[in-house]
């Protein structure tokens, strides 16, 4: 099956840029989704199809991916950015979703 | 404004079972793939099922294979997952989220829409 890898944790202070990555194997021929998910809530896609954005999401969210490596960037990060942020992408080989451990983003 | 609302969740012995509801509003409900996506206390997501517009495709992850169904009531705006021999490691809040839709064509994900969930605890 699939397997997409996430670091554990990232960390960065208010108004720098957060990078997170997600790992797989020729990942770039996939379409990558992220969601962002706080304590207690559920979660909420901020980029889908590698790069787009849903409406409502703040273009500080952006998305990249290419190789064996896809990236979501968060510009000017902010105290409400931190939350445990997940990629995911469909396996055409199995048919099923899947998705990264999930990485908590803390802002110092 | 659509809405999932999930039910059905509460304690269940080793072995027991549980049918999970997803009520759905606010959208056309029969146009889209709809899945169930859990996590565990203090871990991450994993999908669990997923059921195309009409019924006739359902995917499973290997771990529920043969002990979950994913069902839907287009009539009723109805998701529905029943879990039989339920185990611990079932134990976790369970998701409705709903799939894609761009230019007239319905994907299985992303999912751009996700209910508050259900807990499901699996202890004797």
């Known amino acids: 099956s699939y397997v997409l890898t996430q670091p554990p944790s990232v960390s960065v202070a208010p108004g720098q840029t957060a990078r997170i990555t997600c790992g797989g194997n020729n990942i770039g021929s996939k379409s990558v989704h992220w969601y962002q998910q706080k304590p207690g809530q559920a979660p909420v896609l901020v980029v889908y199809?590698?790069?787009d954005r849903p409406s409502g999401i703040p273009e500080r969210f952006s998305g990249s991916n290419s190789g064996n490596t896809a990236t979501l960037t968060i510009s000017r990060v902010e105290a409400g950015d931190e939350a445990d942020y997940y990629c995911?992408?469909?396996?055409?080989?199995?048919?099923?979703?899947?998705f990264g451990g999930g990485t908590k983003l803390t802002v110092l | 404004e659509v809405q999932l609302v999930e039910s059905g969740g509460g304690l269940v012995q080793p072995g027991g079972s549980l049918r999970l509801s997803c009520a759905a509003s606010g959208f056309t409900f029969s146009s889209y793939w709809m899945s169930w996506v859990r996590q565990a206390p203090g871990k991450g997501l994993e999908w669990v099922a997923n059921?195309?517009?009409?019924?006739?495709?359902?995917y499973y992850v290997d771990s529920v294979k043969g002990r979950f169904t994913i069902s839907r009531d287009n009539a009723k705006n109805s998701l529905y997952l029943q879990m039989n021999s339920l185990r611990a490691e079932d134990t976790a809040v369970y998701y409705c989220a709903r799939g894609y839709c761009t230019n007239g064509v319905c994907y299985p994900g992303p999912f751009d829409y996700w209910g508050q969930g259900t807990l499901v605890t699996v202890s004797s």
């Open positions: 059921i195309k517009q009409d019924g006739s495709e359902k």
């Open positions: 199809d590698d790069s």
């Open positions: 995911q992408v469909w396996d055409s080989s199995s048919d099923h979703q899947v």
